[in-house]
């Protein structure tokens, strides 16, 4: 019939073995009709054996923020490592780089985002996911509070409290008007998808108005004038975006009105992309003079009215007025509500960011770390520590420095404060001993011994090399990698510590590296299928082939496979079909 039988002393044997230690005493006893025999299956959980020891519980990480720096974090950290909670008030990543593109149809939105739960699909039982907005961070207390949108508890409110071991904070910045009149009421920002969107309508709303038979040519003037307020990369490609789509598309379907279109970029500074090459700046300025834009350098936007923007030369302080039908502010970055609360919590009042020590960690708030813009990394002044330096690499007390003493402890300086590799590479110096030389008199030249004010003297310029990285995708995104992988190997670090040698406070090492910026280009898309590059190498690249260049990375920095095939099939469209000029 299929089924094995024992004798009844054969199963008495087996059922007296299953209670012994590590044997089930779980059994299924099936009886035979045909054959009175005893088919017996043992189940594999032992009642009489020991319960498995339960694992520790795990610590709790939270994130808040899913945009490039808490993305990057999530996807390279070990979830099974902790018990990981995100919460962010949109449930997808965009690539922002890309919201030029999606105002003017080049892209559509949907090609630029990955839904969250997809990203994490393969991760979703390790993290758990919350659609709301953290208001409120208590970092005494280690709890953030946190209001939903789409979900209401008892109370009538989405109000909810989450507690944490380590919270990691990438909730971005916002838009810094720096308080000029008018500009939150009536300009147009390019942060999020949504407001790529709506300036998308706007464009279309703008040529609709200037195409009504009633309105006189002045109006018209005044309704297709397209003004950016802001020469930095944003301003700069949306506005080349805008030119390709009034050149390419709209002037197609509204050949009437196309000689009364008009873009301005206003810049304060006295180019735009400063933070360019130069000659990335100077190729952009005379394209566009090409091409019919207007660039205004030097001029500061004092206020901004429904019909009027106001702005103030810096050079004659005269102050002129310009008709407008849509204006796009793209002048820098602000601090969020919720951050300047949790700065002045913890003493870190007049500032733009979250101050974070080289390893992440905000400063003075343990177990909280912030990554992306809403956080600046201080790298420690050598100089501030150039008694304790000189002191750990004096081991013999001597109160002298050899060059062998130096050479023995460079590297954990180097590691430690990069910026003495970036002065000695900017003066072109060799190695330590050139930069010592140049402070020690000529009797020491020849044994290269320095005394404690010979070492100061030095390396007193050594500190003009720190800098800030810049508020940047490609920053943000190095962050949540380099912090992903410090939680990865938090315990093994604990005993096996990688970092270099502590130079205050405790002995031994720091158990990681400090983070530490890796430039690894930068694009300014120009408008005509022309594009410069700003590459490692002091390289710089312009015209045609830098576009297929920026085509070719941007397709691959995409996070997925579904993306990266819309963002190159819309790519594809558009060079056959052109731009959708619908207004949905």
């Known amino acids: 019939m299929g089924f094995s039988f024992f004798t009844s002393r054969a199963a008495a044997r087996f059922l007296d073995g299953i209670g012994r230690p590590g044997v089930s005493t779980a059994a299924l006893l099936l009886t035979a009709a045909s054959g009175g025999g005893l ?124 507690d944490y071991d380590y919270l990691v904070v990438a909730l971005g910045a916002n838009v810094n008007t720096f308080n000029t009149p008018g500009v939150l009421e009536h300009c147009h920002f390019l942060k999020e998808v949504e407001d790529a969107q709506k300036i998308r309508r706007s464009v279309i709303d703008c040529f609709e108005k200037a195409s009504l038979p009633n309105i006189s040519e002045e109006e018209k003037r005044k309704a297709l004038h397209f003004v950016v307020i802001g020469g930095g990369p944003t301003g700069v490609e949306f506005a080349a975006e805008l030119h390709d789509f009034l050149v390419e598309d709209l002037v197609k379907l509204y050949p ?33 003079q090409r091409d019919g834009i207007e660039v205004a350098t030097g001029f500061r936007v004092v206020r901004v009215s429904d019909d009027l923007i106001s702005m103030k030369s810096k050079s004659v302080g005269e102050e002129v007025s310009v008709p407008y039908g849509m204006a796009v502010w793209s002048a820098g970055i602000g601090t969020r509500p919720v951050i300047m609360d949790f ?83 900017s003066m072109h110096m060799l190695d330590i001993a050139d930069l010592i030389k140049g402070a020690i008199g000529d009797s020491h030249k020849e044994s290269m011994v320095v005394d404690i004010e010979e070492f100061k003297k ?54 990681f590296r400090p983070f530490r910026y890796k430039h690894l280009g930068q694009f300014a898309p120009l408008g005509g299928e022309q594009a410069a590059a700003e590459l490692p190498g002091d390289w710089v690249s312009m015209g045609h082939s830098t576009q297929w260049l920026w085509y070719s990375v941007y397709a691959s920095k995409q996070v997925s496979w579904r993306t990266r095939m819309l963002v190159v099939s819309d790519w594809t469209r558009r060079f056959i079909f052109g731009r959708d000029s619908s207004r949905i």
């Open 256 to 288: 009437a009105i196309q000689e009364l279109v008009k873009i301005t970029i206003i810049q304060s500074g006295e180019h735009i992309l400063n933070m360019f090459d130069e000659r990335i700046a100077a190729f952009a300025e005379e394209k566009f």
């Open 343 to 425: 700065m002045q919590q913890i003493g870190q009042t007049n500032r733009r960011a979250l101050a974070t020590n080289e390893w992440l960690r905000v400063r003075e708030c343990e177990g909280v770390y912030a990554i992306g813009d809403c956080a600046t990394v201080s790298q420690r002044k050598i100089m501030d520590d150039i008694s304790m330096v000189f002191k750990m690499a004096d081991k013999d007390n001597s109160g002298t420095l050899t060059l062998k003493k130096i050479n023995d402890v460079l590297e954990d300086i180097c590691i430690r404060y990069p910026q003495v590799e970036l002065y000695m590479k």
């Open 39 to 162: 088919v017996v299956y043992a189940d594999s959980a032992a009642e009489s054996a020991p319960e498995p020891s339960q694992d520790a519980p795990k610590k709790k990480v939270l994130v808040l923020g899913t945009g490039w720096a808490g993305t990057s974090f999530l996807k390279n950290l070990d979830c099974s490592l902790y018990e990981v909670k995100v919460i962010s008030p949109r449930n997808y990543f965009a690539f922002t780089p890309l919201l030029p593109s999606v105002t003017c149809g080049t892209v559509e939105p949907r090609s630029i985002i990955e839904p969250i739960r997809r990203m994490f699909e393969k991760k979703s039982k390790d993290v758990t996911f919350c659609e709301a907005e953290c208001f409120k961070i208590d970092a005494s207390k280690k709890i953030v509070h946190c209001r939903s949108a789409v979900g209401t508890n008892l109370d009538g409110n989405g109000d909810f409290m989450l």
């Open 458 to 511: 030095a390396l007193s310029h050594v500190d003009s090399q720190v800098k800030s990285a810049p508020a940047t995708a490609q920053v943000a995104a190095q962050q949540g990698y380099y912090l992903a992988e410090c939680f990865n190997k938090m315990e093994k670090c604990k005993e096996h510590p990688e970092g270099p040698l502590r130079m205050t406070g405790e002995s031994g090492r720091h158990f």
